[in-house]
């Protein structure tokens, strides 16, 4: 009988590890998620993660595939979705019609800390594809722990 107990409980251990490093499937009609992190005000930087999303929802569309992609913003990467001082503002309104599979997350705590610094609330792109998380750095957790694929351009 103990031998019976111990063989199941070990079986039962390598199905629950099985399970646990499978990607959650979000049930959502995408078949691949990924997300990007920007935290450098670097416009090349930007472009990066900008023409790396582009490129994986190009692959995955040519296969039949979509993909859906986040880009999370924080610290001095928070600049890129600023609507006075983003170096690929212009970019942005074209890309964001052009790949609706594709959304920006702008850190919530960076803006609180911009806020005190500059006296007043830094605005913000104003786009449905943009929208404001209590946390950068969480919010890449939270994806992870939902089985999307991390980049950091």
Same mark, same amino acid.
């Given at each position: 009988m103990r031998k019976f107990t111990l063989t199941a409980l070990i079986a039962a251990a390598a199905?629950? @590890? #099985?399970l646990a490093a499978q990607p959650v499937q979000a049930g959502d009609g995408f078949a691949h998620h990924v997300v990007f992190h920007v935290d450098e005000n670097d416009a090349a930087k930007m472009n990066l993660a900008l023409n790396n999303a582009a490129n994986v929802s190009k692959y995955y569309a040519a296969? #039949?595939?979509? !993909?859906? @992609? =986040? @880009?999370?913003?924080y610290g001095?990467?928070?600049?890129?979705?600023?609507?006075d001082t983003s170096p690929v503002k212009q970019r942005l309104e074209s890309y964001t019609l052009e790949f609706d599979n594709v959304s920006? !997350? !702008?850190? #919530?705590?960076?803006?609180? #800390?911009?806020?005190?610094? =500059?006296?007043?609330a830094p605005p913000i792109i104003q786009s449905d594809k943009v929208n404001v998380v209590p946390s950068g750095v969480v919010q890449l957790m939270?994806?992870?722990?939902?089985g999307w694929?991390? @980049?950091?351009?």
């Open positions: 199905v629950m @590890i #099985g296969k #039949g595939k979509k !993909a859906q @992609i =986040e @880009i999370v913003t001095p990467g928070l600049h890129m979705l600023r609507a920006f !997350a !702008a850190c #919530g705590n960076t803006l609180k #800390g911009m806020t005190k610094k =500059e006296g007043k939270i994806r992870q722990d939902q694929h991390y @980049i950091r351009p």
